[in-house]
């Protein structure tokens, strides 16, 4: 097994491996590699069923189970949430507990191909200037989500540090996304929204974005938390059918996450 980079700032192609029949040193390279490169990808290959993504995805944590009880769901373009356009994010950075691990295997790409576009939020803190991470450092963002698909949730509201560490490594993350960020708590709204936009403009600038083309059954892994993904096109069906199936791991399962954001939004109304 060996890596080959997909671009200067994160990501490896990881190559001379059948992941369907990983070794137990392979796997624990592998976990290694992940927090080296924050996102790996397994290009093209066999398909991979719902069970054996779900077992290849437990190499990096406890899978969870989403708002149906299952550990894995198919994002497709014929249902709102896997077609429309979304801007750079993390899953779940608007809870307590955002998602640690996303995998997914494209099981359906239209004839005019589709992409999934990526940055690192390790590579955005590295660059800043010192005396902007000296700024930064003890500032919380508060992240924040009202579903557009229709799904009945409620409204979820979290606050995180702007420079977030990583649990593994250690490493410094500069937390902030432009789908979720709602404000820096120790700025007023005005100071924050340029400070944001000014974040947002080093994050996703030119040259530090890999834009990922799928092929039929390539798997892709990332660290949620170092990594922001993007919908930057709404993927039409008329071009086709677009699907990938999807295994996450966290902590916490959905359902509590949920349970936690209705409590929330109740208590916030009977203060208001």
Same mark, same amino acid.
């Given at each position: 097994?060996?890596?080959?980079?997909?671009?200067?700032?994160?990501?490896?192609?990881? +190559?001379?491996?059948?992941?369907?029949?990983?070794?137990?040193?392979?796997?624990?390279?592998?976990?290694?590699?992940?927090?080296?490169?924050?996102? =790996?990808?397994?290009?093209?290959?066999?398909?991979?069923?719902?069970?054996?993504?779900?077992?290849?995805?437990?190499?990096?944590?406890?899978?969870?189970?989403?708002?149906?009880?299952?550990?894995?769901?198919?994002?497709?373009?014929?249902?709102?949430?896997?077609?429309?356009?979304?801007?750079?994010?993390?899953?779940?950075?608007?809870?307590?507990?955002?998602?640690?691990?996303?995998?997914?295997?494209?099981?359906?790409?239209?004839?005019?191909?589709?992409?999934?576009?990526?940055?690192?939020?390790?590579?955005?803190?590295?660059? +800043?200037?010192?005396? +902007?991470?000296? +700024?930064?450092?003890?500032?919380?963002?508060?992240?924040?989500?009202?579903?557009?698909?229709?799904?009945?949730?409620?409204?979820?509201?979290?606050?995180?540090?702007?420079?977030? =560490?990583? /649990?593994?490594?250690?490493?410094?993350?500069?937390?902030?996304?432009?789908?979720?960020?709602?404000?820096?708590?120790?700025?007023?709204?005005?100071?924050?929204?340029?400070?944001?936009?000014?974040?947002?403009?080093?994050?996703?600038?030119?040259?530090?974005?890999?834009?990922?083309?799928?092929?039929?059954?390539?798997?892709?892994?990332?660290?949620?938390?170092?990594?922001?993904?993007?919908?930057?096109?709404?993927?039409? /069906?008329?071009?086709?059918?677009?699907?990938?199936?999807?295994?996450?791991?966290?902590?916490?399962?959905?359902?509590?996450?949920?349970?936690?954001?209705?409590?929330?939004?109740?208590?916030?109304?009977?203060?208001?």
């Amino acid at each position: 097994m060996y890596f080959r980079a997909l671009h200067p700032d994160f990501g490896a192609e990881v +190559l001379d491996i059948n992941v369907l029949s990983a070794t137990k040193p392979e796997i624990a390279q592998l976990r290694a590699a992940l927090d080296e490169h924050q996102l =790996l990808l397994f290009r093209g290959g066999r398909s991979i069923s719902p069970d054996q993504q779900v077992k290849i995805c437990s190499w990096f944590g406890p899978p969870t189970e989403g708002d149906d009880g299952k550990k894995w769901s198919v994002l497709q373009n014929e249902d709102a949430a896997g077609r429309i356009k979304l801007p750079f994010h993390a899953d779940f950075t608007y809870t307590e507990s955002p998602l640690e691990v996303i995998s997914l295997h494209a099981t359906d790409v239209p004839p005019g191909g589709t992409s999934t576009s990526f940055v690192s939020g390790i590579r955005g803190w590295s660059d +800043l200037s010192p005396d +902007l991470q000296e +700024l930064l450092a003890p500032m919380r963002l508060r992240h924040r989500h009202v579903s557009s698909v229709g799904a009945d949730w409620p409204e979820f509201i979290a606050d995180h540090p702007v420079r977030k =560490l990583h /649990p593994r490594s250690g490493r410094p993350i500069l937390f902030v996304t432009e789908h979720h960020a709602h404000r820096i708590l120790e700025l007023d709204a005005e100071k924050s929204d340029a400070v944001l936009g000014d974040l947002f403009g080093h994050l996703y600038g030119e040259g530090h974005v890999y834009t990922h083309h799928w092929q039929t059954n390539d798997l892709v892994i990332w660290d949620n938390l170092a990594i922001q993904h993007a919908r930057r096109e709404a993927a039409d /069906p008329s071009a086709g059918k677009r699907a990938v199936q999807r295994v996450a791991t966290n902590e916490i399962p959905f359902s509590e996450l949920l349970a936690r954001a209705r409590r929330q939004e109740a208590q916030r109304r009977q203060n208001a």
